[in-house]
Each structure stands twice: as C-alpha cells, then as structure tokens.
C-alpha cells in the first residue's frame, strides 16, 4: 500500500517548523515517529499534502528532572522511556506503559509526543498523563504555554495543539518516595489498542492515608477520562480494601466503553473494574 | 523528487525517490535486494524488519526519504567472507526456520537485541520478538536460535540445539 503523494521538507530548526506548518495550513501534517500517521496514510484515511518531518529538529528528546517536576522532550522514543535509568528507578508506570505499546521496533521510533498529540483515547499514554497530572507545553512562532492535560483533548484526533502549532514538551510533578504509580491494559495480542487500560499514580501521607490519587483510564471513553470520582474515594482514606473496591467501581460505572470486537461494553467495564482494583494496590505497594 | 544518500551494508548508495516511497520498496525494488520482505503492509508482522543506525525497523512504515543520511543493515549484510554470522548459525542449527519467510526480519530483530542484551532470558527473548510473526516453527526454535547466537557471540558454551521431544 502506497500513501497518496504529498510534499516532504526535513528543516533543521523548530522556527522553520513552525514557519512551514502555518505556510502549508491545515493540510500539512508533523511526522514525529510517524508509526501512526504512516500506516493511516498507507490507507488513504489520511491524506496530508505536506508532511513536516521534525526528526532533525536538535534538543526535542530528553528525560530530566528538575525544578520539581519531570521533563519529557516530545520527541523521546517509547525504547528511550523503557531504558532510561531515572524511569527505571522512579517512575514504574512508564516501564509498565512502554512495555505494552506496540512492540520493540514501533518503539524505536514511537515518540512519546506523537502518541499524545494524535489525539486517540485508545492511545496509552494519555491516561498515564492524566494519572500524572501532566502539562503539555505547545509551541507556536509566538511562543510557548502549557496546557492541562485535563483540557488537552477535545475530540476524536483533535487537541489543543492548534494549526501551526507544534507539542514540543511534557512536564509532571516529581514523584518522592511516597508516590507509587502503575498501569495495565488488557490487550489481545501484542501490538493491540487497549480492550481496557488503567494508570494509577498514589502518594501517601506519613501516617499512611491517601495523599493524592491520579486515576486515568485508556479506550473506554471518546476522550481519554479521568476516573474523577475514583480518585475523590481514595484521597484521605486509609485505601482498605473496601475503598479501593469503592474506586474501581466507580471507574467502571463512569467511563464509557462501546461493544466491538475487543469485548462488549459490559465486559469492559468489568475489566476497567479489575484493572483498576489491581493498579491501585500495585502503585500502593510502589510507594 | 528529493536525492538522498544512505549507506545499506556499508555501501554508499543514492537514489531519487518520491516522499510517498516506502522503505521496504527501495530496498526492494530501486536496489533489488529483495531479501527483505513485505508479509502484512501493516506494521504487524516484521518480515520487512532491517537495522537502521542499528535500531530494528519496520521498513514498511519508514519513508524512503527518512533514510536519507542513515545507515542500514539488511539480510544480505549479515554474512561476511568469513562465513555466516552468528544469528544465522544459530537458526540453521536449531532449525528454526520452516517457510523461511519470517526468517530475515526475525534474524535483524534478533541482532539488536543481542547487541542490547548478549544473554537474554527466554521471556526476554520472547518479548524482544514479539513484532515478528512466524507462522511455522511456533517459536521454541527461534529461541534456541538466539540463545545459540548470543552463546557463541559473548564466546559462552553453546546451548543443546536438539529439539525436546515430549
């Protein structure tokens, strides 16, 4: 399969980017990892005139801490994420996520940004984002704002991200060492969207209750959903196993999963029920 | 058209291409080494896998013009007038190859992840190929296979190649 033909430009520097993206207009499209957009145009669902190649664009991909919160480059890589040292030791729920999206060689070129920015609730790193209380930082030729990721996604493949705009940055708190975080979907094979996922982030208090509970949940909702009144459940309490049960059954009842091949809509929100059951003990045995 | 200059097994290489040509099609059909495979077109199966700048690809995803300036490795690149390499050893001697079309794309898939984990366990392995689908062997040879290579390229004893009859 051969995509429709289209216009190619690599340039070098984030201003010719950008300058490029506002010239060609809404039918230009980002090639980041591409592992998305590529197969999507060997289908002819889409069909951009130009596409704007930003692998050649220096200083887009680092994982950093500092000034309390972690900094992800859009254009890290998904094996860049598995294999970094602070991810190993800190942040569980990327090593968890990454192991799970597609497999090794879509991961090599798989960004990060380009999963976030595609816009799709089937994706799996916006509920880990959400589950993180992440900020996405989008650029344009005027400069830069960071966006909630709470009010990042407005449709089906639409986001904050603006024509002539581009994701360039993902910022979220610094865990300590009373933060446990994790995630899990049910997938039927490798490389398959989620039939259900959930990512959890827990912190504690010293004298053990909940602290703060980030809750995200992956393809059950047109938009990647915060499991709101999951979260309220848990913060305070001292997460027995009645109030995690309490959580997960809200996270069943307030997503909103369609039948289709990967399960029927009440299977899916049992699995979203059991899923979210299980990550909030695994992040709670994190912390 | 956009000229782009790219090494494929250590030789430099030039080429014309229109943005919409794959990868796997250059290879292929500008360059005629066809040891690369097309299985599924859809970034599902690896037979299409080959190594650029030594990462493991799905050459069916990448567009030819992304090569530009890179180094790739294909099957054809694995063997040297020394004789084969040591992955290839390895899957002639565990037999784990029936059809053979799964073989080249598992071979280069399996090259980086020795190169990143010279003695991978079996579930590693497992998971290390889990992009590329065989359709024969059911796999347990594969990962003799690559046990076997990783054996002999860290200089280890070489694992039993025997199947396991049960």
């Known amino acids: 399969m051969i995509p429709e033909g289209f216009e190619y430009a690599a340039p070098a520097t984030l201003n010719d980017a950008l300058a490029l993206l506002s010239q060609y207009g809404e039918d230009a499209k980002i090639l980041a990892g591409g592992h998305s957009l590529i197969p999507m145009m060997k289908l002819r669902f889409a069909a951009p005139t130009h596409?704007?190649?930003?692998?050649?664009?220096?200083?887009?991909?680092?994982?950093?801490?500092e000034g309390g919160y972690l900094h992800i480059g859009a254009m890290t890589k998904e094996v860049e994420l598995e294999e970094s040292r602070i991810i190993r030791d800190k942040y569980h729920i990327f090593t968890d996520a990454s192991k799970l999206i597609a497999?090794?060689?879509?991961?090599n070129f798989g960004t990060i940004g380009g999963n976030i920015a595609h816009g799709d609730a089937a994706n799996d790193h916006p509920a880990v984002m959400i589950a993180l209380g992440a900020e996405v930082e989008i650029t344009n030729s005027t400069g830069s704002r960071w966006v909630s990721i709470d009010e990042f996604f407005y449709g089906f493949y639409t986001t904050a991200v603006q024509q002539g705009e581009i994701l360039t940055a993902l910022r979220m708190p610094a865990l300590n060492g009373?933060?446990?975080?994790?995630?899990?979907?049910?997938?039927?094979?490798?490389?398959?969207?989620?039939?259900?996922?959930?990512a959890v982030a827990i912190t504690m208090n010293d004298d053990g209750t909940c602290k703060s509970a980030g809750i995200g949940l992956t393809n059950v909702n047109p938009l990647p959903l915060r499991a709101k009144r999951s979260e309220e459940a848990l913060v305070g309490t001292g997460l027995t196993d009645e109030d995690i049960l309490c959580a997960a059954q809200y996270a069943a009842e307030d997503c909103s999963p369609n039948d289709d091949l990967r399960g029927s809509e009440e299977f899916k929100r049992d699995m979203v029920k059991v899923i979210t059951k299980r990550m909030i003990k695994k992040a709670i045995s994190r912390t | 058209m956009h000229e782009i200059k790219f090494k494929v097994n250590g030789?430099?290489?030039t080429a014309s291409v229109e943005p919409r040509l794959l990868l796997v099609h250059?290879?292929?059909?500008?360059?005629?080494?066809?040891?690369?495979?097309?299985g599924c077109d859809t970034t599902s199966c690896g037979a299409c896998t080959v190594l650029i700048d030594g990462?493991?690809?799905k050459a069916c995803t990448i567009l030819a013009v992304q090569a530009n300036g890179k180094d790739i490795t294909t099957v054809e690149g694995l063997a040297t007038a020394e004789g084969l390499h040591p992955i290839q050893e390895?899957?002639?001697?565990?037999?784990?190859?029936?059809?053979?079309?799964?073989?080249?794309?598992?071979?280069?898939?399996?090259?980086?992840?020795l190169e990143k984990n010279p003695n991978p366990t079996e579930e590693e392995i497992r998971w290390g190929i889990s992009g590329n689908l065989c359709r024969c062997t059911g796999y347990n040879n594969i990962v003799t296979a690559i046990q076997y290579a990783g054996a002999k390229m860290r200089g280890a004893e070489l694992p039993s190649t025997e199947p396991e009859f049960v």
């Open chain 1, 51 to 65: 596409l704007v190649d930003i692998n050649n664009i220096p200083g887009l991909s680092y994982i950093k801490e």
């Open chain 1, 103 to 107: 497999d090794p060689q879509v991961r």
């Open chain 1, 178 to 198: 009373k933060s446990g975080t994790s995630y899990h979907k049910l997938e039927r094979k490798v490389g398959d969207y989620a039939t259900a996922g959930v």
């Open chain 2, 11 to 13: 030789v430099e290489q």
């Open chain 2, 26 to 38: 250059l290879i292929r059909e500008n360059l005629s080494m066809t040891g690369t495979h097309i």
């Open chain 2, 55 to 57: 990462k493991s690809a």
């Open chain 2, 90 to 113: 390895g899957f002639k001697e565990a037999h784990a190859l029936q059809c053979g079309f799964c073989t080249p794309g598992m071979m280069l898939r399996a090259v980086e992840l």
